[in-house]
């Protein structure tokens, strides 16, 4: 399975948009990206997943490469409430084995 | 809908004691996981399932064994617990109709062993 790289940390103001970004430059084909949070010491929350198309749904969208090296999710308007800990994880089609990184640490300041 | 059901939520342990941690899930999915998350840390795989009777590896095996008899049941069992299992444990569970599925996670376990 392909490895990922993410930030330790970042901020953002509330009300803005939050981009987290992850690279994962050994991806292949087969493998797509999922993305989760975590917050507080909560079990993770799916948030979004993707193959090569951008996607968006209810919480975040997700913007992936067209060399599939790298991705970004992105909250448009982050609250207070999305203060977590965000995964990203490639998974390749056929595989059932998670493996979460250390993540990015996001707080959302007021 | 309980979804996926941890036991207990807390406990503490003497070196050396054993204990099982249990999972249950009442979504009839065939896939189920077993990870830990150090304090500051990111899950680590123990354990998975892609069906009753059958367990395989995950990234931190070593101190754990899992039995899987039903759809339902995914317990973890720690035989020597030693100080560096100290951690929180989640249990996690999949459908896996597709590739297009996600982890549905209990609320975790802390245990200490002291």
């Known amino acids: 399975d392909a490895k990922t790289t993410q930030p330790t940390s970042m901020d953002c103001a509330e009300g803005r948009a939050a981009n987290l970004p992850c690279n994962h430059s050994t991806i292949s084909g087969n493998e797509y990206v999922y993305w989760y949070r975590q917050i507080h010491s909560q079990g993770p929350q799916y948030i979004i997943h993707?193959?090569?198309n951008n996607e968006t749904n209810e919480m975040a969208s997700l913007i992936i490469t067209e060399d599939r090296k790298s991705s970004t999710l992105i909250l448009p308007h982050a609250t207070l409430r999305d203060t977590a800990v965000y995964y990203c994880?490639?998974?390749?089609?056929?595989?059932?084995?998670?493996?979460f990184g250390t993540g990015t640490r996001l707080k959302v300041l007021a | 809908n309980a979804g996926v059901t941890q036991t207990p939520k807390f406990r503490i342990l003497k070196i050396g004691q054993s204990m099982t941690l249990q999972c249950a899930q009442d979504m009839n999915h065939n896939y189920m996981y077993w990870y830990r998350q150090d304090p500051g840390m990111g899950l680590k795989l123990i354990y998975y399932?892609?069906?009753?009777?059958?367990?395989d590896k995950g990234e931190v095996p070593n101190g754990y064994n899992v039995s899987r008899s039903t759809t339902e049941d995914f317990p973890l069992r720690l035989e020597l617990a030693a100080p560096s299992q100290t951690s929180v444990y989640f249990c996690a569970s999949s459908p896996h109709s597709s590739t297009n599925e996600k982890l549905f996670f209990g609320s975790g376990t802390q245990l200490s062993v002291l």
């Open positions: 993707g193959l090569k």
């Open positions: 994880i490639v998974l390749a089609s056929g595989t059932y084995k998670y493996i």
């Open positions: 399932s892609v069906g009753a009777g059958i367990t």
